[in-house]
């Protein structure tokens, strides 16, 4: 049964196509892919942490916020939450950078150039 739903192309486009994913597998490192994680985690609480913290002192401290001042910590920590993606966007774009370089070539089978 499941030799009949396996397919194999003996083209020479597929066996490139096969021969990227090895080289991309081969050099894949998990480790990579734990940091990006990590410094997305990281840099949005400390996001959130600063932005209601900054959201919390501008609205009036402790006798504002019952009132209205909650809004403003909201606010904080959305637009720190904001700012915590955006570092890790670019610790995820280093990372990958590093790595490119560290590889010193084009593993990646996504950008297979297809010839029509």
Known sequence: ????????????????????????????????????????????????SIGALIGFLGGGWQGMFLSEGWIDTIIGAIVGFIIGMDWGFIS????????????????CPMPLKLQA
Not at 3 to 23: G, I, N, P, V
């Open 1 to 48: 049964m499941k030799e009949e739903l396996t397919f194999r192309s003996e083209t020479e486009k597929s066996a490139d196509l096969q021969e990227q994913f090895s080289k991309y597998y081969e050099n894949r490192d998990p480790a990579d892919y734990e940091a990006i994680a990590l410094f997305y985690a990281g840099f949005m609480f400390f996001g959130i």
């Open 92 to 107: 995820n774009g280093m990372i990958a950078l590093k790595q490119r370089k560290k590889s010193r070539g084009d593993i």
